[in-house]
């Protein structure tokens, strides 16, 4: 799967690639945790640096599984 695969190349968890995939494309991301250990996860991304080519084959995969509101239509 390409998730797992980008994952392991960019070494980061998979949730962590999901949020940089948004993040690196210049979508603000706001993700809700109680745990500490999530926390520091999460601020990963803030360092990862998904290459253009990826960011295509991401929006490429035509998912449409959407857990909260549509970004593309704010914009």
């Not at 990963?44 to 909260?68: F, G, M």
Request: net charge positive; with cysteine.
């Amino acid at each position: 799967m390409l998730i797992v695969e980008l994952a392991q190349k960019y070494k980061v968890e998979i949730p962590v690639l999901l949020l940089g995939f948004a993040f690196c494309q210049g979508i603000s991301v706001l993700p809700r945790t109680t745990k500490p250990e999530h926390v520091v996860s999460n601020f990963k991304v803030t360092k990862l640096a998904i290459s253009p080519s990826d960011i295509d084959r991401l929006l490429a995969l035509k998912v449409e599984h959407k857990t909260c509101w549509d970004p593309r239509v704010v914009v």
